[in-house]
């Protein structure tokens, strides 16, 4: 069974453990070296649970509970004007991922949005990153932009996506 809650400051190692087991792939993040919990700090502490929400994903592993992913809103752009819209990130563990943890998360923030004011929710996904292009869409979000070659990863190209979702008029 798969629980939510904000993420509190205890929680940061595990975060940063899940974002950094996403590196080394080059699918879901432009980092290119792992990051420490001390350089996240300044990033945990902009997330606030009544305009941007952090959240970790628990579940019971046998040995009690361990988190095994997490989601946040992000401010998009940084103006005033923006501030219904958020940029939606979701990280899995890898013995996590496949299992439907993607769509719990995204219905989770389409849920949650009105409630800290987001109508708009962005997610900006490599284009060779099937798997979260596959879920944003089968969750009826659309394509919106194409940035063409704009990451550079081990000399390699790459396009980002940002696809969108409308929650509420």
């Known amino acids: 069974m798969t629980i939510h809650r904000i993420a509190e400051q205890h929680d940061l190692p595990a975060i940063v453990a899940i974002y950094n087991s996403t590196i080394a792939s080059r699918e ?9 919990v001390a350089s996240r700090q300044e990033w945990f502490d902009a997330h606030t649970p009544d305009k941007r929400p952090l959240w970790v994903l628990e579940m019971d592993q046998g040995q009690g509970k361990q988190i095994v992913g997490w989601m946040s809103f992000s401010n998009f752009y940084g103006r005033p004007a923006y501030s219904g819209t958020a940029e939606l990130s ?9 299992k439907g943890l993607g769509t719990y998360c995204l ?5 949650h949005a009105p409630q800290v004011l987001v109508h708009t929710l962005l997610g900006f996904i490599f284009g060779h990153n099937a798997a979260s292009l596959g879920l944003f869409k089968k969750m009826g979000y659309q ?6 070659k704009v990451a550079n990863l081990d000399g390699i190209e ?4 940002i696809l969108g979702k ?4």
């Not at 394509?143 to 063409?148: D, H, I, V």
């Not at 790459?158 to 996506?161: C, F, H, K």
């Open 90 to 98: 979701i990280y899995l563990h890898p013995d996590a991922r496949g």
């Open 28 to 36: 879901v993040t432009a980092d290119t070296e792992e990051v420490s």
């Open 158 to 161: 790459r396009d980002l996506i």
């Open 107 to 111: 219905k989770l923030a389409e849920a």
């Open 143 to 148: 394509q919106w932009a194409e940035l063409p």
């Open 166 to 169: 409308r929650i509420s008029a």
